[in-house]
């Protein structure tokens, strides 16, 4: 156990959920693989979208963690994952998104995130062709 995640388990200990928020975020680069972790072994949903939020911050690259929690059940993690990656406004994420689509394809349970997940694509190439797709 790295310092880091005594630190972040502090943190999510806060009851107050805006200050633990803000003190995640004011973390530095070096505490995203304990923040990685601090997500996958969290249990509540709604911890674990607002440390999913804080790793967002950074605007990192972190398409195999993201394209994890895009395949998640839950809707709020999910759909923060999608948030973060329209953040990151990159070709590979929107291949990332188009990937998980394909793969959501056959699914009807899915619909709402294959949804979300078109907008979400319309939104990068939007802004990275300035409309002019």
């Given amino acids: 156990m790295s ?17 633990a928020f803000h003190n995640l975020t004011e973390l530095d680069e070096e505490a995203i693989p304990a923040l990685i972790r601090a997500f996958q072994n969290e249990k509540d949903t709604h911890r674990k979208t607002w440390l999913l939020q804080a790793i967002a911050e950074f605007q990192k690259p972190l398409y195999a ?14 759909n923060e994952s999608i948030t973060a990656l329209c953040m990151l406004n990159s070709v590979e994420a929107e291949n990332l998104l188009s990937d998980v689509h394909r793969i959501l394809q056959t699914s009807k349970i899915e619909s709402t995130k294959r949804e979300y997940i078109l907008e979400a694509i319309d939104m990068i190439r939007d802004e990275r062709t300035g409309g002019l797709d």
Wanted: aromatic share 12%; glycine share 0%.
């Fill in 3 to 19: 310092t880091y995640d005594t630190i972040i388990q502090e943190i999510c200990k806060d009851p107050d959920a805006d200050m």
């Fill in 65 to 78: 963690f993201y394209k994890e929690c895009l395949l998640h059940s839950e809707k709020p993690i999910w």
